[in-house]
């Protein structure tokens, strides 16, 4: 499932968890179009194909994301009623760079927990559980 694959993914990155979450509810709140969750969502798993492209579950249909032909690294998407693919712009400031969170010495990170509790709100948000 797709989740569990962004989940696993980012687990030890739970801001970009976070966010894709946000996107998501933000998504199904209709404050953005399609094409904006589309643009936020390849921005976000940016270098990640598989996430990217799995993305597609979550298009209404008609939307496709697909990897350009000509082996650019940012994604193209279709949309209902236009020929041709459409161009992912990279965002404002450039590429996003991943984070990586180290701990202080002697000190642990837990999330799995959390995790869970982030990944059943998702559900109870997005598919109206």
Known sequence: MYLDQVKIEFGDRPHI?????DIMKTFKSQAIDTPG????VA??????????LGFNTFLPEGYRIELPLDGGTWPVYREPGRSGVINI????GGIPQPVHLRPAPGKIIVVSHYMDIVYLKFIELFLCI
């Open 17 to 21: 968890y976070n966010e894709f979450l």
């Open 37 to 40: 969750v589309i643009r936020r």
């Open 43 to 52: 921005s976000l798993f940016h270098g990640n194909k598989r996430l990217v």
């Open 89 to 92: 712009p990279p965002p404002p």
